[in-house]
């Protein structure tokens, strides 16, 4: 079984400063995992995904991630957040076996950007 | 472009009454799914399907029915609705050539339900 902790419910940030949203994952099994964005009234939007290869990871609208397997965590960063970075973002894993397809979301956190 | 759409987009209803949630999408996907969400709270996987026919009940238990009848379509039906099932249901589908859970699910802007 797999299961998505994203530490932190609400962030906080000024415009033009730096974020990091910490998601950590707990798995028996190899996983693939992904970063999605809700904004509001929308339905969830990829990010980016990391499958294979370099651990660091480039999405969408200058976010990135970086994936660290002994500490079992996916945290997902920008170096210049904007207002219209505000939203909710959910981190999600699928197990490498999965034929379903099946993701398990972490509880989303809340980025809310300060001008 | 990802096509996905949901009907309705807000519904409220009263206690004991059936509704149909829609979902269709454009884009030829085979493998469809419906998450429930709560405020706060992450999404579950209340159904899911891998083709025409092919129906499945996700993790988290639920008293609704989908049917697939069309690759484009994916209804979900509550025979007797209740204020428990008051949510926000979102649907999405998925489909590749690779690994099904290697695939990006495309997600519908949801149906926010509320029973009274």
């Given amino acids: 079984a797999q299961s998505v902790t994203q530490l932190d419910s609400q962030v906080p940030v000024f415009e033009e400063a730096p974020v990091e949203l910490r998601c950590n994952y ?18 969830l939007q990829l990010l980016l995904k990391y499958l294979s290869g370099s651990t660091l990871v480039k999405g969408i609208n200058g976010f990135e991630a970086e994936f660290n397997k002994s500490q079992t965590s996916f945290h997902l ?39 | 472009e990802a096509d996905i759409y949901q009907t309705p987009r807000y519904l409220v209803i009263g206690t004991g009454k059936k509704i149909t949630l829609e ?20 999404l579950h996987l209340i159904h899911y399907s ?38 926000q249901y979102l649907c999405a589908s998925s489909g590749g050539s690779g690994a099904s859970s290697t695939d990006t699910q495309y ?7 509320t029973v009274l």
């Fill in chain 1, 77 to 115: 960063r920008k170096p210049s957040v904007h207002i219209s970075d505000t939203a909710e973002y959910f981190c999600a894993v699928s197990a490498h076996s999965s034929n379903t397809g099946k993701l398990i979301f972490g509880q989303g956190t809340t980025l809310q950007v300060k001008p």
């Fill in chain 1, 26 to 43: 707990s798995s028996s099994v190899s996983v693939y995992l992904f970063w999605y964005v809700q904004y509001p009234n929308q339905g």
């Fill in chain 2, 107 to 113: 997600f519908g802007p949801g149906t926010r339900l």
């Fill in chain 2, 50 to 87: 891998y083709g025409v026919n092919s129906t499945e009940k996700g993790d988290l238990s639920s008293e609704s029915t989908v049917s697939r009848i069309r690759t484009e379509h994916f209804p979900l039906t509550l025979e007797s609705a209740r204020p428990s099932h008051t949510s």
């Fill in chain 2, 23 to 42: 979902c269709s999408q454009t884009m030829g996907h085979d493998k469809m799914y419906w998450y429930q969400q709560d405020p706060g709270m992450e």
